[in-house]
């Protein structure tokens, strides 16, 4: 079975702290995603990458960068937090285009408030 | 840019009604990708279609992708509480860039 995981599920930061989001997948997928979701606007990608060092800006990457060291992991930061970036952030992973076309595997989410 | 429609947003049935979400594309589908979450949580993929008139079934829950592969629907048979959440269908373009697009979801309860 394909696992995602996420550092944490729930996490509360103070505006102006520097916020890192961690995911790993287990199953060797060239690509990782990190999306965030909202009431209303559904999931909207951030940023993406298709290799290891390698990153694409989403369509929504303002106040986000990531980086990604090593195949399994992918990391998301935000700079310096604010009260617009509380969401559930969602990060997912797939295989470069196989059998199973462009399947994502998502991990569990983290719910990340900023007061 | 692709859009994905979904109808309806929301849906309440009684335990053991049949029921259909349906998925439109403003552009031909290359893949069609349907998941399922509970509130809170990630989301599980259900199944995947990819060729037009094609039909999966999981259990309970039909898939199909129309001949002109621009609309899906997701069929489930004899609802039961577990198959309540929201439901996402997630449309690739076929290019080289392996991004999904998604819809904004079917909140799907169901009453015993």
């Known amino acids: 079975d394909v696992k995602v995981t996420q550092s944490s599920r729930y996490l509360v930061k103070r505006t102006g702290e520097k916020v890192f989001l961690e995911c790993v997948q287990d199953?060797?997928?060239?690509?990782m995603f990190w999306y965030r979701q909202d009431p209303g606007l559904g999931l909207r990608l951030i940023y993406f990458?298709?290799?290891?060092?390698?990153?694409e800006k989403g369509d929504i990457p303002e106040g986000y960068s990531v980086s990604r060291e090593k195949k399994e992991r992918f990391s998301l930061i935000l700079e310096s937090a604010s009260t617009n970036q509380t969401s559930m952030y969602l990060c997912?992973?797939?295989?470069?285009?196989?059998?199973?076309?462009?399947?994502?595997?998502f991990g569990p989410g983290t719910r990340l408030t900023v007061l | 840019s692709q859009e994905l429609e979904q109808s309806p947003q929301s849906l309440i049935v009684q335990e053991g009604k049949n029921l259909t979400i349906n998925c439109t594309s403003s552009k031909t589908l290359y893949g069609l990708y349907w998941y399922k979450q509970k509130y809170g949580e990630g989301l599980i993929f259900l199944m995947m279609?990819?060729?037009?008139?094609e039909e999966k079934s999981h259990e309970k829950i039909t898939a199909k992708l129309d001949e002109k592969k621009q609309q899906s629907s997701l069929h489930i048979t004899a609802s039961q509480p577990s198959h309540a959440g929201i439901y996402l269908c997630g449309a690739s373009s076929g290019g080289s860039n392996y991004k999904l697009t998604f819809g904004k979801g079917t909140l799907l309860t169901v009453n015993p």
């Open positions: 990458s298709y290799d290891v060092k390698m990153k």
């Open positions: 997912a992973s797939s295989f470069l285009r196989g059998r199973s076309g462009d399947t994502q595997y």
């Open positions: 199953m060797d997928h060239e690509n």
């Open positions: 279609l990819q060729k037009g008139g």
